[in-house]
């Protein structure tokens, strides 16, 4: 089991850049997949980014791709999604989420997550 804890929500304005954390404790938090997901008020949470449990494996969904990266270090128990060129359409609620075992090249179904965090929020003012 793992639990999950994210943090570096704010308040930025467009064309900004912030990097989010995500903590994970136990020892185990290194043979987990990570994922981040975004949900805006009145929305569905939707997929963000994904990394395999070693971080050779990346993927992310057509929105962010060429301004998020998604990382981890696995010596800290924590994963990270570094956001740049925000936009006002990018402010939601940020969780992260991890899988045991989750290969994803493709866009993540929340259900294939097993743990989640609590969320932090960002929001981009224009």
């Known amino acids: 089991q793992v639990q999950l804890e994210e943090s570096g929500g704010g308040l930025v304005q467009a064309g900004d850049s912030l990097t989010l954390s995500c903590a994970g404790s136990?020892?185990?938090?290194?043979?987990?997949?990570v994922g981040w997901f975004r949900q805006a008020p009145e929305k569905e949470r939707e997929f963000v980014a994904h990394i395999t449990w070693g971080g050779r494996v990346t993927y992310y969904a057509k929105p962010v791709k060429d301004r998020f990266t998604i990382s981890r270090d696995n010596a800290k128990n924590t994963a990270y999604l570094q956001m740049n060129s925000l936009k006002p359409e990018d402010t939601a609620v940020y969780y992260c989420?991890?899988?045991?075992?989750?290969?994803?090249?493709?866009?993540?179904?929340?259900?294939?997550?097993?743990?989640w965090g609590q969320g932090t929020q960002v929001t981009v003012s224009s």
């Open positions: 136990g020892r185990t938090f290194s043979s987990y997949s």
């Open positions: 989420a991890a899988a045991a075992g989750l290969i994803a090249n493709r866009d993540v179904e929340a259900s294939e997550y097993d743990y």
